[in-house]
């Protein structure tokens, strides 16, 4: 699709949006085209999108922001950091798998994985989402047993989001990779299990790096972001004690 048909495209998301009772005023082209590319480029599937997206986050996050308050039994493990940019300019997420436990309180693992996201995103700017902020997950698996495996939360998660933003309803075409890291033999088949929930699109950006691989992953993320533990020289900064502008609007 060339600039001229983007452009068309965008006029008429814009217009069926405005049919569906809502508006695009506070956003700009780079975050309607997320919507539009999640969408096939059919403005009204991405209109229907868009308006579902403006609904949910003024319910699930009325404030514009989850805080670490209501959070708090999920950061507690410290399981999830935040390691700056990569060497392409993308916020990268880290995941502990073996500090998870099956979560007791589902709507607070959900608002949990909105903060974590919303954190991420946020930490690539300055206060105002743009549209094009994109990240790179890692889901280090290391040291995982069978009571880290939570077979339900990681379904709930990933249909909130698509393994962090693929082709997600909320949070559409914000992953550039999502790696997974030592992936033991009993978890292989849970794994098929799970990507039985996920789109193509989703599973296309997702890369099991085998040990024969790890020299290729480092030199992709850089050195300087990747913590010890992976081969990099960075320090483990977890993801509360990083401090990033909140999201406006």
């Known amino acids: 699709m060339d600039k001229t048909q983007q452009e068309i495209a965008l006029i008429q998301l814009r217009k069926s949006v405005q049919k569906l009772g809502s508006s695009t005023d506070k956003y700009g082209d ?10 096939s480029m059919d403005p009204a599937k991405a209109a229907k999108l868009f308006v579902e997206w403006q609904r949910w986050r003024a319910s699930f996050v009325p404030n514009g922001s989850i805080p670490d308050s209501e959070v708090e039994d999920e950061l507690g493990p410290r399981k999830v950091f935040l390691h700056g940019l990569s060497r392409d300019g993308y916020p990268v997420l880290l995941v502990e798998a073996n500090k998870h436990f ?17 954190k991420t995103i946020a930490s690539s700017f300055k206060g105002r989402e743009m549209g094009n902020e994109k990240l790179i997950a890692i889901l280090d698996l290391q040291h995982i047993s069978y009571k880290n495996i939570d077979a339900r939360g990681m379904i709930t998660g990933f249909q909130l989001l698509q393994i962090f933003f693929s082709c997600s309803l909320y949070y559409p075409e914000h992953l550039v990779k999502c790696f997974i890291l030592s992936m033991p033999w009993f978890f292989v088949s849970f794994w098929r299990m799970i ?16 040990n024969e691989e790890r020299k ?9 972001v990747l913590p010890e533990e992976l081969g990099g020289q960075a ?5 509360q004690d990083v401090t990033v502008p909140p999201l406006e609007g």
Not at 30 to 39: D, E, G, K, Q
Not at 102 to 117: M, Y
Not at 201 to 207: A, F, N, P, R
């Open 30 to 39: 780079p975050t309607l085209m997320r919507f539009l590319i999640s969408r």
């Open 102 to 118: 099956t979560s007791k309180d589902r709507l607070q693992f959900k608002k949990f994985v909105g903060h974590l996201l919303d």
């Open 195 to 210: 990507s039985r929930f996920l789109e193509k699109g989703t599973l296309e950006k997702i890369v099991i790096v085998t």
């Open 216 to 224: 290729c992953f480092v030199k992709e993320i850089g050195e300087e």
């Open 235 to 239: 320090t483990l900064v977890a993801l």
